[in-house]
C-alpha cells in the first residue's frame, strides 16, 4: 500500500529536549515536505526537499532541521523545541515537481507539544 | 503578498443538496489548483486537480471549476452525504515556483441528515 509514515503520532516533550520525528515514504518519491497546521493559520512548509541532498527552506523554517540522506526518508528535527512549536505536524511526498503533477500524499500526523 | 481565501466559517447543508465551496486567491499566477479533504487530526488527502487552461474538471460526485479571470476556482459536491462532512482545502502551485504548494485555510462542511 502506497503510504506516508511518520512516527511517533502523538509527543509531549519539555523545552530544549532535542527530538525528530521520522517520516517514510514508500512510493520512490522525489518530492518531500514537512508542514506545520495551526488554528486559523492552516498548513504552512516548514522545509521541502527536492531529492536527496537536497533540501530548501519552505516559509517557517525557524527553529527546525531536517536531512534526506535517503529518498524514502525525511526526518524532522527539533534542536532545542519551544512551547511556539507545539502543532500538528504532517509529512508530504510526491512525484517530482513537473509541471501540473503534484499530487502530495501526507502522512497521518504528528500531535507535538511542547511544556 | 500572495494570498489565498476560502471561508473560514463552517457550511452547514442538508444531505442531499450541493454544497458549493469557494477559494479566491490574489497576486498569483498559479499554474494548477488541487482540492484536498482532511478529517479531525488526519493528514489530507488530495481530491481533485485542476490546470489553469481547464474550466472545469469532474470526478463522480465532485466538480472543480477554475476561472483564472477572476482568480477563483469553485468546489462542488452533488448529492451530499453526512460522510461528506470535513474540512476542504484548495491548494495552489504557482507558474514561476513549482518548489510548493501554497494551501488556503480550509472550510468546514457539515451535512446534516
Known amino acids: 500500500e502506497a503510504q506516508v509514515t511518520q512516527n511517533p503520532r502523538y509527543l509531549i516533550t519539555v523545552t530544549g529536549k532535542k527530538l525528530t520525528v521520522t517520516c517514510s515514504q514508500n512510493m520512490n518519491h522525489e518530492y518531500m515536505s514537512w508542514y506545520r497546521q495551526d488554528p486559523g493559520l492552516g498548513l504552512r512548509q516548514i522545509y521541502y526537499?527536492?531529492?536527496?541532498?537536497?533540501?530548501d527552506k519552505g516559509d517557517v523554517p525557524e527553529g527546525y532541521k531536517v536531512s534526506r540522506k535517503e529518498k524514502r526518508n525525511f526526518p524532522l528535527i527539533l534542536e532545542s523545541p519551544s512551547p511556539n512549536q507545539t502543532s500538528l505536524y504532517f509529512c508530504?511526498?510526491?512525484?517530482?515537481?513537473?509541471?501540473?503533477?503534484?499530487?502530495?500524499?501526507f502522512g497521518q500526523g504528528t500531535r507535538l507539544t511542547v511544556v | 503578498s500572495q494570498k489565498i481565501e476560502q471561508n473560514s466559517e463552517a457550511l452547514n447543508i442538508q444531505e442531499g443538496k450541493t454544497a458549493t465551496l469557494t477559494c479566491n486567491y490574489t497576486?498569483?499566477?498559479?499554474?494548477?489548483l488541487q482540492w484536498y479533504r482532511q478529517d479531525p487530526g488526519r493528514g489530507p488527502v488530495f481530491l481533485l486537480l485542476i490546470r489553469e487552461n481547464e474550466k472545469e474538471k469532474r470526478k463522480e460526485r465532485l466538480k472543480v471549476t477554475f476561472d483564472t479571470t477572476l482568480k477563483q476556482s469553485l468546489f462542488h459536491i452533488t448529492a451530499s452525504q453526512p460522510a461528506d462532512s470535513a474540512t476542504y482545502l484548495c491548494a495552489l502551485d504557482t507558474t514561476y515556483n513549482t518548489d510548493k504548494l501554497i494551501f488556503g485555510t480550509g472550510t468546514r462542511l457539515q451535512v446534516f441528515p
Open positions: 526537499s527536492m531529492n536527496v541532498e537536497v533540501t
Open positions: 508530504a511526498s510526491s512525484l517530482a515537481r513537473v509541471r501540473g503533477y503534484t499530487e502530495a500524499f
Open positions: 497576486n498569483y499566477s498559479p499554474a494548477y
